[in-house]
């Protein structure tokens, strides 16, 4: 399963960001019926390093 960036500084919360994508994947048949979905801890851990760009140079 793939998921577009999240954007935490949007109006949109970022769970209804990510469960928008998800239900747009059902609806559309790329998740067909059975698909596993991650985990809650791994999904939100892929999410946290979608949102994370490279370090800033302060550190």
Same mark, same amino acid.
Do not use: N
């Given at each position: ?27 559309? @048949? %790329? &998740?067909?019926?059975? $698909?596993?979905? /991650? ?5 939100? @851990? %892929? &999410?946290?390093?979608? $949102?994370?760009? /490279? ?5």
């Amino acid at each position: 399963m793939q998921l577009d960036p999240i954007h935490h500084h949007a109006e949109v919360p970022p769970f209804e960001q990510a469960r928008s994508q998800i239900a747009g994947q059902i609806a559309s @048949g %790329a &998740l067909p019926s059975g $698909t596993r979905l /991650p985990t809650v801890r791994a999904l939100a @851990g %892929a &999410l946290e390093r979608m $949102t994370k760009g /490279p370090p800033s140079p302060e550190g």
